[in-house]
């Protein structure tokens, strides 16, 4: 499956943007699907990630309650609606992709996902 992320952009502390993540080449629903992000210097952390049939999600401590990760499989889209972003929020996004089965638990590492999007820059200014 091929994974374009897009949205990412400026935007100043309490603000809001919505990434989108666009699969082709493959059934979409078949994936569990998952945002990471990275900061310079830092690694490659967690944010998100969403069930085939979105019937459950799993988020860092630090976005708990600011972001929310949705899909919409008849789109072969997902989402991070990221609301009340901090300057520490600034990363590069990347959305990934997991072909493990429908019953598995949601991934929180990186090197567990199969197929990764390119990146979408996320800057908050304070």
């Known amino acids: 499956v091929q994974l374009q992320a897009s949205g990412g952009g400026l935007v100043q502390a309490g603000g809001s943007l919505r990434l989108s993540c666009a699969a082709s080449?493959?059934?979409?629903?078949?994936?569990?699907m998952g945002w990471f992000r990275q900061a310079p210097g830092k690694e490659r952390e967690f944010v998100a990630a969403?069930?085939?049939?979105?019937?459950?999600?799993d988020y860092a401590d630090s976005v708990k309650g600011r972001f929310t990760i949705s899909r919409d499989n008849n789109k072969n889209t997902g989402y991070l609606q990221m609301n009340g972003l901090k300057p520490e929020d600034t990363a590069v996004y990347y959305c990934a992709a997991d072909r493990s089965a429908a019953t598995s638990s949601l991934r929180t590492k990186y090197i567990e996902y199969d197929y990764w999007g390119q990146g979408t820059q996320v800057t908050v200014s304070s």
């Open positions: 080449g493959r059934t979409f629903s078949n994936y569990i």
């Open positions: 969403i069930s085939r049939n979105a019937g459950r999600t």
